[in-house]
């Protein structure tokens, strides 16, 4: 049975509410970048430690994504989108006070199950509340509250846990959610569940030609692309940037996102999906290579302020290729399978939390080698992701 909901003229604007909603949750799930090396002190761990809850949140996304959207169909859209907020924002305030790594570790994979049930539904909502040829658009719009966050979440928690401490970081965060909640609860208009749809059915998706091909390059994508998001301070440090510039360099990553990610929703609309990533992943092997010899030459001794320009416009350029991957992804997926919106939104989220677990995990292993060695690694991902885009361009 179709996902698909009747659309509405004015369905574009109403996704700016759920835009709000996902920057909540793009805050909660990328905030830890800004304070990772004082959560670490705190906590007694090391920083590849303290970067692996990131990778506990995105473990727990991929895996319950499904799960969820399947336990959860049959709930109206609205109640079930504020209490995926209210639920994110009990778990941020547990992880603000948590006694130490552990439970820090429980209330993200807390937090990440509320993630799970909220993204998936909003890019949902978003692309059935358009008109097809709007779908692109519909769907960035969701995705850049998430772009939002790294330009703004991750930068203020940085500023916040460097003037109070992480705890009132995360505090703040929680405070965050509870907003976003109050603003789909009054803005979002009811919109019915769906059937169920068993979770054999969902994953059955899995089977369709055109799926099967697709859905694998948004995990390798976002591991090559987004894996060491989670250790930017560390890596700012190693390319000679000190705690001054921190906050504005992770701006300008930031800055870089949103507008990727504006200009490949509307660039799909009207090219297709195929450039766009191919010229995303192409920006950020060049943009990782290039911080990798940046890397290479601070630790040979050639550290220096006349480094930063550079390192800013890389840093633009590694955010804008990293989140043009988003809409393009989710247009193929929904093309491959317009019948199941639903089920192919959820897995592509599953997808990027997957490949964002996968490249996180990576990274913090790939660390104690050195700054030059993991963005290495990760610029070869993404080679092997245009290579893996042209190898199955012509797949539908």
């Given at each position: 049975?179709?996902?698909?909901l009747?659309t509405?003229?004015?369905g574009?604007r109403?996704?700016?509410?759920?835009a709000l909603g996902?920057?909540a949750?793009?805050t909660?799930a990328?905030?830890?970048?800004?304070?990772?090396?004082?959560?670490?002190?705190?906590?007694g761990v090391?920083?590849?430690?303290?970067?692996?809850?990131?990778?506990?949140?995105?473990?727990?996304?991929?895996?319950l994504?499904?799960?969820l959207?399947?336990?959860?169909?049959?709930?109206p859209r609205?109640?079930l989108?504020?209490g995926a907020?209210?639920l994110?924002?009990?778990?941020?305030l547990?992880s603000?006070?948590?006694p130490?790594y552990?439970a820090?570790m429980?209330t993200r994979?807390?937090?990440a199950?509320?993630?799970?049930?909220?993204t998936?539904?909003?890019?949902?909502?978003?692309?059935?509340?358009v008109?097809?040829?709007?779908?692109a658009?519909a769907l960035a719009?969701?995705v850049g509250?998430l772009t939002?966050a790294?330009a703004?979440?991750?930068?203020?928690?940085?500023?916040?846990?460097?003037l109070?401490?992480?705890?009132?970081?995360?505090g703040?965060?929680a405070a965050?959610c509870l907003l976003?909640?109050?603003?789909?609860?009054?803005a979002?208009?009811?919109?019915p569940g769906h059937?169920?749809?068993?979770l054999?059915?969902r994953l059955?998706?899995?089977?369709?030609?055109?799926v099967v091909?697709?859905l694998p390059l948004?995990?390798l994508?976002?591991a090559?692309?987004?894996?060491?998001y989670a250790?930017?301070?560390?890596?700012?440090?190693?390319?000679?940037?000190?705690?001054?510039?921190?906050?504005?360099?992770?701006?300008?990553?930031?800055?870089?996102a949103?507008?990727?990610n504006a200009?490949?929703g509307?660039?799909v609309?009207?090219?297709?999906?195929?450039?766009?990533?191919?010229?995303?992943?192409?920006?950020?092997?060049?943009?990782?290579?290039?911080?990798a010899?940046?890397?290479?030459l601070?630790?040979?001794?050639h550290?220096?302020?006349?480094?930063?320009?550079l390192?800013?416009l890389?840093?633009?350029?590694w955010?804008a290729?990293?989140?043009s991957?988003?809409p393009?992804?989710q247009?193929r997926l929904?093309?491959?399978?317009?019948r199941?919106?639903?089920v192919?939104v959820?897995?592509?989220?599953?997808?990027?939390?997957a490949?964002?677990?996968?490249?996180t995990?990576l990274?913090?292993?790939l660390?104690?080698?050195?700054p030059?060695?993991?963005?290495?690694v990760?610029a070869?991902l993404a080679?092997a992701?245009?290579g893996?885009?042209?190898a199955?361009r012509r797949?539908?």
């Amino acid at each position: 049975m179709s996902d698909v909901l009747v659309t509405s003229p004015h369905g574009l604007r109403r996704t700016l509410i759920l835009a709000l909603g996902t920057f909540a949750v793009g805050t909660d799930a990328y905030v830890v970048a800004g304070f990772l090396p004082a959560m670490a002190r705190s906590l007694g761990v090391s920083e590849s430690a303290a970067g692996q809850s990131a990778t506990a949140f995105a473990v727990t996304y991929a895996v319950l994504s499904p799960v969820l959207a399947t336990l959860t169909s049959r709930v109206p859209r609205r109640p079930l989108l504020v209490g995926a907020l209210l639920l994110l924002a009990l778990a941020n305030l547990g992880s603000a006070l948590a006694p130490g790594y552990a439970a820090l570790m429980a209330t993200r994979v807390a937090a990440a199950a509320g993630a799970a049930v909220f993204t998936p539904n909003a890019g949902a909502v978003a692309a059935a509340l358009v008109a097809p040829e709007r779908r692109a658009r519909a769907l960035a719009v969701v995705v850049g509250g998430l772009t939002v966050a790294t330009a703004v979440g991750v930068p203020l928690g940085n500023l916040a846990g460097r003037l109070l401490d992480w705890r009132s970081a995360l505090g703040l965060v929680a405070a965050l959610c509870l907003l976003a909640a109050a603003g789909v609860r009054a803005a979002l208009p009811p919109l019915p569940g769906h059937p169920r749809v068993p979770l054999r059915e969902r994953l059955a998706t899995l089977r369709r030609p055109g799926v099967v091909a697709v859905l694998p390059l948004t995990a390798l994508g976002l591991a090559g692309s987004y894996g060491l998001y989670a250790y930017t301070v560390p890596l700012l440090r190693a390319l000679g940037a000190g705690p001054s510039a921190e906050t504005w360099l992770l701006v300008v990553y930031g800055a870089g996102a949103v507008a990727g990610n504006a200009v490949a929703g509307t660039a799909v609309d009207r090219r297709g999906p195929i450039p766009v990533l191919a010229t995303g992943y192409a920006a950020i092997a060049l943009s990782l290579a290039a911080l990798a010899a940046l890397a290479s030459l601070t630790s040979a001794g050639h550290a220096g302020v006349t480094w930063l320009p550079l390192t800013a416009l890389l840093m633009a350029a590694w955010g804008a290729s990293t989140w043009s991957q988003t809409p393009a992804q989710q247009v193929r997926l929904i093309a491959a399978a317009p019948r199941e919106t639903a089920v192919v939104v959820g897995l592509n989220a599953s997808a990027m939390y997957a490949g964002i677990a996968l490249g996180t995990a990576l990274g913090g292993a790939l660390l104690p080698a050195g700054p030059a060695v993991a963005l290495a690694v990760h610029a070869a991902l993404a080679v092997a992701s245009l290579g893996y885009l042209l190898a199955t361009r012509r797949h539908r």
